[in-house]
């Protein structure tokens, strides 16, 4: 089989590179995918209870990237949506990122009004406050706060989420919830958000259906690769593998999902709820929340951490200083080969990526091509 371009991996990454070279450069390209659709993690499907499901955990689209938006937006109109998360603390649903309503739900009012003030003062309205840096500065009253926080909100999610505690990591990581001075109680504060109207799957769909493109499923690229003869490479998958773990294996963490239908329209107020501090589960999603998809019964998703080993998913590669330095070392062998193969995605660049953050790396990706200095 001839193509101009091999490109290994569906998700948004391999999609968005495929769809430009086809379109844009008029170059065959064949994308090769292990797993049985396209869609890589942001994958969604109808359940056999005809629920329409995410089947790897709920995704919810924002970015502040106008350019990203409109690109996407070639492929398909959006369903308004801000996302919701409460997590339970003391007994208490509260909206996560933990907010001035998070406050005053969990503690007296005359309190909860010094807080308030408090954090005015001290960090102003509609800042937002990464909790580590929040334990640094507070003291009194504030360092209370904090560290109550930081015990029911964090530390045994994140012990759950990654088997480290929150100072183990990059503090990126819980800086992505930071805590919001604020009212507003959705997740994100993007300036555009929604849920693509027809689903992901149609989404994908339209991106791949160009003439240039064909698109091979339930296939390891290893097993075909000496069948194919094609000029580049984009290779979308775990890049230690690529290498044959020749520097050490790098560390991801596993999810698995337990899917439930139940006999009633909802089962829980918003798409996500998080259990910071009981159960082994970190969450049950709803995705009917997402999708406003009408119907008498629902499907929710029990979220549970688990190890990753080479035949499971590795959903999130783990950001710290010496899984960093491990990286660098396959970024190096990667810039040796770059005439040949190029490396991209949340899991070929080992960085936790959003949706939109692997399409604008994608896209920035594609302009390198075209310019000649990819
Ligand atoms: P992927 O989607 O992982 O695609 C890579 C593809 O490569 C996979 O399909 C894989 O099967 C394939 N592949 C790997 N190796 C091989 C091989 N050897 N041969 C053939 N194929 C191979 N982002 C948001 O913006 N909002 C959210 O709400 C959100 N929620 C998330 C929830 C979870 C549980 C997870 C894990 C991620 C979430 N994300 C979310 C992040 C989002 O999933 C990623 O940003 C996005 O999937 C990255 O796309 P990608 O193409 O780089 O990688
Ligand atoms: N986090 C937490 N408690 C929460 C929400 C988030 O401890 O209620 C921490 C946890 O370490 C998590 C990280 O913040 O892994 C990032 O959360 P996010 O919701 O962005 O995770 P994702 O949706 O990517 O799984």
Redesign the pocket.
Known sequence: MKTDWLI????????TLAERIASQLNQKVLV????DHI?????DCYNEDGILVHK???????TNSKMVWDYLSEFTEWRPYF?HVLAVVDGKKIPVPFNLNSIYTLFPQKYAEKLEELLIQHFGYGVKVPILKLRESASGDLGFLADYIYKKVFYRYTLKHWQLDPEQLDPSVTARVPVYISRDNRYFQDTYQGIPKHSYAELFRKMLDHPNIRVLLN????EVIDEVQYQRMIY???ID?FFNYKHGTLPYRS?RFDFRTLNQEFFQEAGTINYTNEYEFTRILETKHLTGQKAPHTTITY?YPQEYNQDGDP??PIPRAENRQLYNLYLQEAEQIKDKVLF??????YKY??????VARALTLFKEIKEGGG
């Open positions: 290994v991996g569906a998700g948004f990454t391999g999609a090769v995918e292990r797993r869609g890589g993690n942001s994958y790897y955990g709920s995704h919810t689209f924002h996302h296939t390891d690229y290893r979308t998958g775990p593998a999810l979220v959903y999130y991209a995605g949340r899991l070929a660049d990526y959003n949706m939109d953050q692997a």
